[in-house]
T-cell receptor
């Protein structure tokens, strides 16, 4: 099992450009999450999904959109990137209700100039 | 929402014991988790407390007191490889993380 994978690993964007980050998991998990981590801070939840076709806002959703068209994939979109979105983005998944352990991907480092 | 407080950094020598405290304020709470992160890599799960009391996993133990909204992670027999950031996280079907504690182990 590959676990949780993220694509790409690193990306540089110019302000105003758009991009999509892909998260894939092969553990048949119901729940998936997108976090961002900034220096000296913990992980902040952007959006999450409790099942295929469902998404919900987390703590810092502004400027991001997500989609969960397939159970194994969770996409994070930036429609118009801003320097404030420079961060490391982590995707995670968990089995679902009552099983709270989250499994994290290796992260995507995004630099917005 | 959730608010979690933990110390920003701790330094100790190999073989020592370190306790990382975590206090939380939550609007809904199922339990307290602990995660380890090395040098900005993927966070990995260490421990979870759903009920009051102590959970032991090898050299690491975690404690929860719901009445005090308090928990801690105990790292025993510290090794150099334990140098990392440790995060407490409150569960209410999603995780809310503290800012993390950087543990530095010295020889």
């Amino acid at each position: 099992n590959a676990g949780v994978t993220q694509t790409p690993k690193f990306r540089v964007l110019k302000t105003g450009q758009s991009m999509t980050l892909l998260c894939a998991q092969d553990m048949n998990h119901e729940y998936m999450y997108w976090y961002r981590q900034d220096p000296g801070m913990g992980l902040r939840l952007i959006h999450y999904s409790v099942g295929e076709g469902t998404t919900a806002k987390g703590e810092v959703p502004d400027g991001y959109n997500v989609s969960r068209l397939k159970k194994q994939n969770f996409l994070l979109g930036l429609e118009s990137a801003a320097p404030s979105q420079t961060s490391v983005y982590f995707c995670a998944s968990s089995p679902g209700q009552g099983f709270w352990t989250q499994y994290f991907g290796p992260g995507t480092r995004l630099l917005v100039l | 929402g959730q608010s979690l407080e933990q110390p920003s950094e701790v330094t100790a020598v190999e073989g020592a014991i370190v306790q990382i405290n975590c206090t939380y304020q939550t609007s809904g709470f199922y339990g307290l988790s602990w995660y380890q992160q090395h040098d900005g890599g993927a966070p990995t799960f260490l421990s979870y407390n759903a009920l009051d009391g102590l959970e032991e996993t090898g050299r690491f133990s975690s404690f929860l007191s719901r009445s005090d909204s308090y928990g801690y992670l105990l790292l025993q027999e510290l090794q150099m490889k334990d140098s990392a950031s440790y995060f407490c996280a409150a569960n209410d079907y999603k995780l809310s993380f503290g800012a993390g504690t950087t543990v530095t182990v010295r020889a």
